[in-house]
C-alpha cells in the first residue's frame, strides 16, 4: 500500500497526522505530506484510516 497527499488539495486540518503520526507529517507549505510512500504492514490500518477521514479527499491510495 502506499499513499500520497496531493498539496492542492490538502486544507492543512490535520486530521491525518492526529489519526496516523508514524506516516503523516507536515511539509513545506503547512500541507501534509507522506513520510514514506510504502507503508508497512502494521501502519496499513491507520494509513487507511487517514485515507477514509480526510475530509478534502487528498490522500490518494496506491
Ligand atoms: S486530513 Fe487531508 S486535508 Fe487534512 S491535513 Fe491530512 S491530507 Fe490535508
Redesign the pocket.
Known amino acids: 500500500m502506499q499513499v500520497e497527499?496531493d498539496p492542492e488539495?490538502?486544507?492543512?486540518?490535520?486530521?491525518?497526522?492526529e489519526t496516523c503520526p508514524e506516516i503523516?507529517v507536515w511539509g513545506e507549505d503547512d500541507?501534509?505530506e507522506a513520510t514514506s510512500e510504502d507503508v508497512p504492514e502494521d501502519l496499513e490500518e491507520c494509513a487507511q484510516e487517514?485515507v477514509e477521514?480526510?475530509?478534502?479527499e487528498?490522500?490518494k491510495e496506491h
Open positions: 497527499v488539495l490538502c486544507i492543512s486540518c490535520g486530521v491525518c497526522i503523516f500541507k501534509a487517514a477521514s480526510c475530509p478534502t487528498a490522500i
